[in-house]
């Protein structure tokens, strides 16, 4: 069988589990198959295929089907300028969280040697990014799943900048070492009566912990600016990942907590997404 017939099949049982992404899922097996890129798989679509392959892409189809996102069965996921290894440990790397590494890299592009912490560090994505980019910073990531931490020291690792990160299994509430430049967070905001009505490639694999906001969608965030709070240096910048419905009460939380608001980014869809402050 070539790579074409295979990808048709994958893509006809995608399509009829109404997944919008079918085809492109398909290539992308494929290419996890062949240990390719995409853009392999699409310019040898005659190429053959062995049985061994075969029924290994059959397998990943399968899963796909039910929904397990396709990072999760390929391993990786393209962040910001890097591919990142994935696991089902941590949460999948968004396209509006490049909002934070973007609104950093305008904040220091004249600074130098600052010292930043990531809360709720997860595949590390957002700090690993911003090192990467920044060769004079230091970067402290804490994060309470232990497995969360072994991926940002692969993902660290592969990236090269492991030896200006620094990583500790905490609570947000018990992490009381240094004072930093900038902080960033991505926690998590989903209230928890929201997390039954997650698409299910969402809900159902990937970790809960990652996604489950308290009540009312706030618990983690007030606990991540009051001890950031803390943190961070007088005029220190703080970015904070919200979700589509929090603003107007995520401001009050920062002001309550001694940050002024510079601004509020909204992602690709028109959502506010991020919030931008400083320490008073």
């Known amino acids: 069988m070539d790579i074409h017939t295979a990808i048709s099949k994958g893509t006809k049982i995608l399509k009829e589990k109404l997944i919008l992404t079918a085809n492109l899922d398909s290539e992308i097996l494929m290419a996890r198959v062949l240990k390719r890129d995409r853009k392999y798989v699409i310019l040898n679509s005659l190429q053959k295929i062995s049985d061994k392959e075969f029924n290994f892409y059959k397998k990943l189809i399968s899963k796909r089907s039910l ?19 994935i696991n089902a440990d941590t949460l999948i790397p968004r396209p509006e969280t490049e909002l934070i590494v973007e609104n950093v890299m305008e904040l220091t592009k004249l600074k130098n040697k600052l010292n930043i912490l990531d809360i709720g560090i997860g595949s590390g994505c957002i700090l690993i990014s911003i090192l990467k980019e920044r060769k004079t910073f230091y970067g402290t990531g804490i994060d309470i799943s232990n497995k969360c931490l072994k991926i940002s020291k692969i993902n660290a690792l592969n990236q090269n900048v492991y ?17 930093y430049d900038l902080v960033v967070s991505n926690p998590p905001y989903i209230n928890r009566r929201d997390l039954k009505y997650l698409e299910k490639d969402v809900g159902k694999f990937e ?33 904070l990942e919200i979700g589509f419905d929090q603003k107007n009460k995520v401001v009050k939380i920062l002001k309550k907590e001694g940050f002024y608001i510079n601004k509020i980014l909204k992602d690709l869809a028109g959502n506010d997404r991020c919030i931008v402050c400083t320490k008073l």
């Open 163 to 179: 030896n200006r990160l620094k990583l500790f299994k905490s609570n947000v509430d018990k992490f009381l070492i240094g004072k």
């Open 207 to 239: 970790p809960r912990l990652a996604l489950d906001g308290g009540l009312d969608g706030l618990s983690e965030i007030r606990k991540v600016v009051k001890k950031s709070s803390e943190l961070i240096k007088i005029n220190g910048k703080f970015i």
């Open 67 to 85: 929904r397990k996102p396709v990072a999760q069965l390929t391993n990786k996921k393209f962040f910001w300028n890097s591919e990142f290894y």
